[in-house]
């Protein structure tokens, strides 16, 4: 975005990571909202980003069913809406909005991600993966994330039912009966290291 800073006339770039979803594998449901393949990155808390841009966050939240279903549910992709509070410029480098993360061994597709602009006035704009728009106070981004594909016929789907009905999200909760992988190694570290804080 353009401001002043001293007199003199700034233009500011930003990018933004936008974390979505993992696909899931012949023993493991994907898991919903996190980074996958990207290196030296983490998500701004919405706070910061409020703080440090032009924007209000009024959604942050997952998206609700857009995994692929079957034996293994692909995780969940994200909602986020962004509303502006300054003329800005908007430019989206996104991917998966006209094809599907794809299931595996007869799982089903995840949800192709969107990108919706809907102006203060009302008008909904559907954008594409990649764009740049004018956007002005008042007007709202949604950025749908795509959810991941599922693995295996669902045919059998005990661990995703056992999953869904008792609010369990990590391998490590489920029973050592139904527990397949062992999850461990540096991330598995710090996220045990981040959880228990």
């Not at 966050?57 to 293994?72: I, K, M, P």
């Not at 704009?125 to 981004?141: E, Q, S």
Request: net charge positive.
């Amino acid at each position: 975005y353009q401001r002043r800073v001293r007199g003199v006339h700034v233009v500011q770039h930003n990018c933004k990571a936008v974390v979505s979803t993992q696909s899931t594998g012949p023993h493991w449901n994907g898991r919903s909202g996190v980074h996958t393949h990207m290196t030296n990155t983490r998500i701004t808390d919405p706070e910061i980003i409020e703080q440090r841009y032009p924007v209000l966050v009024d959604q942050f939240t997952l998206r609700a069913g857009s995994g692929g279903t079957g034996q293994h549910a692909g995780g969940d992709g994200l909602v986020r809406t962004l509303r502006f509070r300054r003329p800005l410029t908007l430019c989206c480098l996104t991917e998966r909005r006209s094809t599907a993360p794809y299931g595996m061994e007869g799982g089903g597709d995840g949800a192709k991600g969107r990108n919706i602009l809907r102006r203060k006035n009302g008008q909904v704009i559907a954008l594409g993966a990649k764009c740049a728009v004018k956007v002005n106070p008042g007007d709202v981004f949604i950025l749908e994330t795509p959810g991941g594909g599922g693995w295996g016929c669902p045919d059998n789907v005990q661990d995703n039912r056992y999953h869904s009905l008792r609010g369990i999200t990590r391998d490590e909760e489920m029973p050592a009966k139904l527990r397949r992988v062992e999850i461990k190694g540096s991330v598995a570290q710090y996220t045990r290291n981040q959880e228990s804080a």
